[in-house]
């Protein structure tokens, strides 16, 4: 993963894995699980995302985890990539 930041204990904000340190190594079927649960307990993000918390957040920033079926922010749905895309489509630095 490029970003992440801890919520709590060994919960995380997190972009998607890669398998190596290599931007164009993402995992593509890891990626295309963003919005799913895949995980035990981290909020995976688009790589974008997980940078602007990184950015943006100060330590003790209250974080606040909603249900799927409850959107507040109407966020625009993630587009799939295809499996030969091995880069996230969000990174500003690609």
Known sequence: MKYFTRIVNRILFHSVPYDKMNPYTLSTEEYNKLVTICSHG???????????????????????IVSRRFDPLNRPKIKKIPSDQTWDPTDLNI
């Open 42 to 64: 981290c909020v995976r993000l688009t790589c974008e995302d997980a940078k602007w918390i990184y950015d943006n957040c100060a330590l003790k920033t209250k974080v606040k």
